[in-house]
């Protein structure tokens, strides 16, 4: 089975982004605990140049990432950027000096997270934004979307986007502006809702429906895990067929899985980065689609 090579960010907008079907999440590119800086520095720049030279031009991150550490690496390593390169960032969630993760959705929040990646990221526009929903915890969905389709109306936001949102927040963010990209949970082995209080994460397969039937593509977090809950017996076969690790079947089986989805894997490891790459070229056929179910 082919797959397509690139998908359209808001193609039904004025602003269309055409970007290559395989991005990067920053987020591995912290210290333990995704804060701090990372243990490897010059690494972890090698991987965000490297990136761009192979081609990939959407790049994941947020402010809550380290604190601050994946913007300062992304502008450190890229700036100037490329003029195809699409940065994402979320807002929405803040970090505590514990390490312990917090909302931070209200209006004035979300205002002061924007601007705050726009300074790190020396930028005067983001060029797509996901907020990242956080059920029961700080403002209404409906408040803190209404704060960020206001921001795009003011120019500082290109592209809106949602995160961790569930089927009914997804619709109803559709019905007060145009959603670019949905950001949940999403892979092999993690497809449905799970969790419970500020920790629940919200799986993409249950509205990936709305996302093909409105072209809305779908970007993959904790698409990595491979054992929830239990060994995932499945890839482990398809990767012993073709000799390739099970991360590789794992981001194959997503590129495959539909049109719609823009897959982000993340890593630390510069050898693990080329060989994430690599499995844009592993080719599934369709009886090993229907194996995997």
């Given amino acids: 089975m082919s797959i397509p090579a690139t998908i359209t960010i808001a193609g039904r907008?004025?602003?269309?982004?055409?970007?290559?079907?395989?991005?990067?999440?920053?987020?591995?590119?912290?210290?333990?605990?995704?804060?701090?800086?990372?243990?490897?520095?010059?690494?972890?720049?090698?991987?965000?140049?490297?990136?761009?030279?192979?081609?990939?031009?959407?790049?994941?991150?947020?402010?809550?990432y380290g604190e601050d550490v994946t913007n300062r690496l992304i502008a450190e390593a890229?700036?100037?950027?490329?003029?195809?390169?699409?940065?994402?960032?979320?807002?929405?969630?803040?970090?505590?000096?514990d390490k312990s993760w917090i909302p931070f959705n209200r209006p004035?929040?979300?205002?002061?997270?924007?601007?705050?990646?726009?300074?790190?990221?020396?930028?005067?526009?983001?060029?797509?934004?996901?907020?990242?929903?956080?059920?029961g915890h700080g403002a209404p969905f409906e408040e803190s979307m209404e704060a960020m389709?206001?921001?795009?109306?003011?120019?500082?936001?290109?592209?809106?986007?949602?995160?961790?949102?569930?089927?009914?927040?997804?619709?109803?963010?559709?019905?007060?502006?145009?959603v670019a990209t949905v950001e949940n949970m999403y892979g092999h082995a993690q497809r449905t809702t799970h969790g419970a209080g500020h920790m629940v994460s919200n799986g993409g397969e249950e509205l990936l429906d709305i996302c093909e039937a409105n072209g809305i593509p779908l970007v993959p977090y904790f698409s990595l895990f491979l054992s929830m809950p239990k060994k995932n017996d499945r890839i482990a076969e398809i990767a012993k067929?073709?000799?390739?690790?099970?991360?590789?079947?794992?981001?194959?089986?997503?590129?495959?899985?539909?049109?719609?989805?823009?897959p982000i894997p993340g890593t630390s490891s510069l050898k693990h980065f080329e060989e994430n790459m690599a499995a844009a070229d592993i080719e599934l056929t369709g009886d090993d689609m229907a194996y995997l179910g």
Wanted: hydrophobic share 40%; proline share 5%; with cysteine.
């Fill in 78 to 97: 890229l700036y100037p950027y490329p003029a195809d390169l699409v940065i994402c960032t979320k807002v929405g969630g803040a970090r505590k000096p």
């Fill in 149 to 178: 389709f206001k921001m795009q109306r003011e120019g500082k936001i290109l592209h809106v986007g949602v995160s961790n949102v569930t089927r009914d927040e997804l619709q109803t963010a559709m019905k007060m502006g145009e």
């Fill in 13 to 64: 907008s004025e602003h269309p982004l055409t970007v290559n079907r395989l991005g990067y999440g920053t987020m591995r590119l912290t210290g333990e605990g995704i804060y701090g800086e990372p243990p490897n520095r010059p690494e972890a720049l090698q991987i965000l140049k490297r990136a761009v030279e192979v081609g990939v031009n959407f790049i994941d991150t947020a402010d809550y």
């Fill in 108 to 135: 004035e929040n979300l205002r002061s997270s924007i601007e705050n990646n726009l300074r790190t990221l020396k930028i005067e526009q983001i060029t797509l934004v996901h907020f990242r929903a956080i059920a």
């Fill in 241 to 262: 067929k073709y000799n390739i690790s099970q991360v590789q079947a794992n981001i194959a089986w997503l590129l495959h899985r539909s049109p719609w989805i823009l």
